[in-house]
């Protein structure tokens, strides 16, 4: 019974925020690197964020720095991720996903995927 689960998308408008939250069932994320990954329609699923298993260092794409923050609460066996000054351009569905320790950009390196979150940010 492994499983990744996202919640917290919706529907905002632009320089709004969201905070989306990635919750493991069946496994602990202790010792995973967990990396936040969208994918618009008819596009690539791009990297979004990711954050080491002790939490020591984070990683971001050149679009999403200094709006979004990721993070991490291991007691309660989840990650966020805070999105502010949201933009037309960050509508997608946003995956939380497994990796090593250590972040990666390789998407195959991640391992256990949610199902994913809509987030719509219209004009």
């Known amino acids: 019974q492994l499983q990744l689960v996202e919640s917290g998308g919706g529907l905002v408008q632009p320089g709004g925020s969201l905070r989306l939250s990635c919750a493991a069932s069946g496994f602990s994320l202790d010792y995973y690197a967990i990396g936040w990954f969208r994918q618009a329609p008819g596009k690539e699923r791009e990297g979004v964020s990711c954050?080491?298993?002790?939490?020591?260092?984070?990683n971001y794409a050149d679009s999403v720095k200094g709006r979004f923050t990721i993070s991490r609460d291991n007691a309660k066996n989840t990650v966020y991720l805070q999105m502010n000054s949201l933009k037309p351009e960050d509508t997608a569905v946003y995956y939380c996903a497994t990796g090593p320790r250590l972040c990666s950009s390789l998407i195959v390196l991640y391992d256990y995927w949610g199902q994913g979150t809509q987030v719509t940010v219209s004009s």
């Open positions: 954050i080491r298993s002790s939490g020591s260092s984070t």
